[in-house]
C-alpha cells in the first residue's frame, strides 16, 4: 500500500449474473480527507463500497483498507453507513448504537456510555430508552450514523449519506463530517447530489457506467469545462455578430458561449467597434454539477457506442 | 478485525437478549407444556372412554348360584388385572323358554349385549356372533375355569395355597436388555423432539436480518462465519432455556409426586454408561444434534427471503428430521451397515449415539464420533455462509473452504478501536 493512503483500490471488477456493475475501479484516498464518490444512479458506487469493505469480493483487482489488504482486518477501526439503513426494531436507540459498537470490537458498556452522549450532545437525549421503531425515520437514519462513528473509527465510508434526510439533518451530518475529518479521520461517501461534495471535498471520484470518469481535486473536475460567458447587448444585429464563437446561443436574449481560447479582450473590441452595446456581461466558472453531467454524459456516451460497437461486431 | 468467536459471542448475545426478552418467548417456552398437559389429559381421558365403550356386555342366564360365582371369579380376575380386561357381566333370571330369550337378549338394544352365556358351570354356553380374534370366549373360558376351581378348592385362603412370593434379585439380562432399549428410545425421542419444535425458528432466524437489512451492517464488521454461529449458539442457549425450564418443571412434578404417593418409582437399573454419563451425553448429542440440524437450517433458510417461503420449506426439513430419527431409530443395538450408517451420517449419528450409550458400556467411539460431529458442525456452517455470500450477498465465496486463519481471526491488535 502507498504510504499516506486511507484507500487504494487497483482495477477493482465486479459483474453480478454476467452484467458488469464495475470495470476496472483505481481509487488512492488520502488519509485525513473528505473524499466523495459521485455517479449517477446504478454507476456502480454501492458496489465500489462494497467490495473496498469486503462485504462483497471482487471478481478481479486489489484493494487495501488502512493498510489490510483484507478489509474485515480492519473492521475494528473502521465504520459504514449502507446506503440501505438497517437497524433492530426492537433495541433502544442507545443498544443499537453500543450494538454497533461492538460489531467493531468495542466493549458493550464503553459503547452504552459513549451513545449517552452522542444522543444528548445532538439533542436526541429524550430517546436515548426509545426503541427504535418509536423513532421517525430521519432519527433511525441519525442514530445508525452514530453507530457508524461510536467506535471512533480511523476511516468512515458513508452510501449515500444524505437521502432521506431533510435539510436541518443534512446540515448537522455535513457539520459532523467536517468534525471527524478535523479529528483525522478519513471520510469517504457516496452521493449522487452533487452540492454536498462541492461543499465538503477535497477531493473526488466520478463513476460512471462502472468506470471512474474522473478523478482529483474538486477544483481540477470544474476546470475540465472552460469558463462560460454570457452577454446581454442593447443590439440584436450588427457587423458584432460575426466575432461571436461557433458555440454561442442565444437564450431568452442572453448570448452564451464558452470563454474563447483568446481570451475574452479580442470579442469585447470586436462588440464596441461594432456598437453592440454591451448591457450585462459574466464569466463563470462551471460548478461541479455542470462537471459531473459533463463527465458522467461523456461516459454514458463512450458506453453507448462501446455497446453499439460490440452489437455491430456481433451481428 | 475481532476473533471469530468474539464477534460470534456479540452476535449471539443480542439474538439471545433480543429472544429471551420478548413477549414471544414466553409464549414459547409455555406453549409445548400447554400443549403437552393437555395432550395429555385429552388422551387418558379419551383411553378410558375408549376402553369403556369397546368392553363388552354379556348376559349372564343362569341360576343364581351359578351367577354369582361366574360374577365373583370376573371380580377376582379383574381385580389382578385391570377392570375393561373382562366382559361386564349382566345377570339375567332364565326364563321359560331360553332360546326365545336368548335371541330377545341379543336383539335388545338397550341391552347392548354382545353375548349370552347359559348354561351351568359344568355345561356353559355362549351365545352370540364370531368375533374376530374370539378374545371374549377365550376371557369367558378363564372365568368359567376360575369359578371352577374354586369351586373344587372352597373358598378359605388356606385351601389355595400360598401366595405368589416375591424374591427381588439384583438383575435379569432379559429385563436390563428392556429397560435400557426404553431409556435409549427416551434419549432418542427426547432430543428428537426439542429439535423438532425448534426447527422453523432455526430456519427463520435470518430472515429478521434481511428483513431489518441490518445484514449488511453485520456483514460489513463480521465474517459471516460468525453471524452464523453467533445464531447458532444463541438458539442453543436459548433452547437451553426452555430445557432448563421444562426439565425443572417435570423435575418438580416427579418429586411432588414422590411426596404425595408412591406412583412412579425411578427403575434401579442404570443405562449401559451408567446415569450420570448417560444425562452429560444426552446434553452433549442434544448440543450436537442441535448445531448439526442448526446449521443446515440456518443455510436452507438464509437462502429464502420471506417467511411464506421459510414455510414452503419447513415441511421437507421437517421429513428429513422423522428419516433421520427413524434410522437411528430402527438401528437400536443393531450392528452391520446400517448401523454404522446411523452412526455416521452426520444428522443421524447423535440419536444413535445415544442410544449406543444406554446400550453398550463403551466411552471412546462417543469421544471419536463427538469430534466427528463437531467436524461437520464447521464444515456445514462454512458451507452455509458461502452459500449466502454467493447466493444472498452476490459475492464470490471468499477464501478456501476449510480456511483455518478465518476461524482464529487476526489483526485484533492493529486495529483497535480507541475506548
New interface residues.
Partial sequence: MTAGLAIEARGLCKSFDGKPAVRGIDLAVPQGAIYGILGPNGAGKTTTLRMLLGIIEPDRGARSLLGFDRPLEAARIVGYLPEERGLYPAMTARDAIAFMGALRGLPLEVGRKRAEILLRENGLGDYVDKPIKALSKGMAQTIQLFGTIVHKPKLIVLDEPFSGLDAINQGRLEHLIREEAAAGTTVIFSTHVIHHAERLCERIAIIAAGRIGFEGLVSEARERLRPVVRVRTRAQDGVWRSALPADAARVDGVWQFELPAAGIEPLLEAFIAGGAGIEELSIERPGLHDAFVAIAGEAAAREMGGAAREKETAA | ??GLW??AW?IA??DFV?TVL?RTFILFLIAPLLVFAVALAVSRFAQQREARALQPVVALVTDGATAQAVIEARDRLAGGTSEQTFPELRPVAPAERIGVQIQRLLADSEGNYSAVLSGSLDRPVLTGPRRADDSLTQRLQLIIDQARQTRALGDSPESLGAPLQRVVAAAAAGNLHMLRRQFARGGQGLIFAITVLLATMLLSTLI??KS????????????LDAIFLGKLFAMLAISTVGLLLWGGIGITAYLFSQVVSDWVNLPDVSPAVGWPAFVVLIVIYYATNFMLLGALFLGIGAQASSVREIQTITMPVTLLQVVVFLLAANTLGASGWLAWLAWLVPFSSPLAMVGEAAMSASIWPHLLLLLWQLAWVVLIVRISSRMF?TTV??????GPLLDVRAWRG???D??????
Fill in positions: 478485525m475481532m468474539e464477534s456479540v448475545r443480542r433480543a420478548s429478521e436480518e431489518n437489512k441490518v445484514i449488511e451492517v453485520l456483514a460489513a464488521a463480521v465474517p455470500r450477498m452476490k459475492s464470490a465465496a471468499g487476526g489483526g485484533a492493529a486495529a483497535r478501536p480507541a475506548e
